[in-house]
């Protein structure tokens, strides 16, 4: 795929921990600050952090408006986490004036899973993959999806059993955990066929 280059959003967050999982699949990722690099890339992966922090960051870094415009333009965008926030078009328990660069049409609710202490890892099963290690970190969840909108895993135990935290439409790949916090680099390998197979 050397036609295709991946940006990795680097404002805040994990951005570091998804460039390594980048590289160990043979991508060469672009952090993403400043727009001119944001017109560099074919894609772009939005990192798990704190989603009320990335959105002023991003404001502040004049980065806001032209990622929005890109993700409406159809790039292809995955966001973890924060990411999944970021790119909800719709947000439960969200900050005051918080905004999203939009484009999935769900609804997601902030720190849906707890606190940080209540993080905790759980068996997943992702349709097209099959079952990965779910690491979820003061981890959002899907409330509601619309029409179109593609549901690739769900909790499967536990109070939240049933609970969306994966889903697609189209170019846009969303999770409420955290894959580039593992070994397993399958999800990346999603999106880079994705990428592959988009216009």
């Known amino acids: 795929m050397s036609d295709k280059t991946i940006g990795v959003l680097a404002l805040q967050g994990d951005f570091r921990e998804h460039a390594a999982s980048l590289k160990a699949i043979g991508q060469t990722p672009v952090l993403v600050r400043r727009p001119h690099e944001l017109e560099q890339v074919d894609a772009l992966i939005v990192p798990g952090g704190e989603s009320t922090a990335m959105w002023k960051l991003a404001t502040t870094a004049e980065m806001f408006e032209p990622v929005r415009k890109r993700v409406a333009e159809g790039l292809p965008v995955f966001g973890t986490c924060a990411g999944m926030i970021m790119m909800a078009d719709r947000i439960v328990d969200a900050a005051a004036g918080q905004q999203t660069f939009g484009g999935l049409p769900i609804t997601v609710r902030r720190n849906a899973f707890g606190r940080q202490t209540e993080s905790f890892e759980e068996p997943i099963s992702f349709t097209g993959i099959g079952e990965l290690t779910g690491v979820f970190i003061r981890a959002p969840w899907v409330e509601d999806v619309e029409a ?28 409420s955990f955290h894959p580039e916090l593992t070994a397993d680099t399958r999800v990346h390998e999603y999106f880079v066929d994705m990428v592959r197979g988009s216009a």
């Open 148 to 175: 179109g909108v593609e549901v690739l895993a769900r909790v499967t135990s536990g109070p939240a059993t049933g609970r969306i935290v994966a889903v697609r439409q189209g170019n846009l790949l969303a999770t």
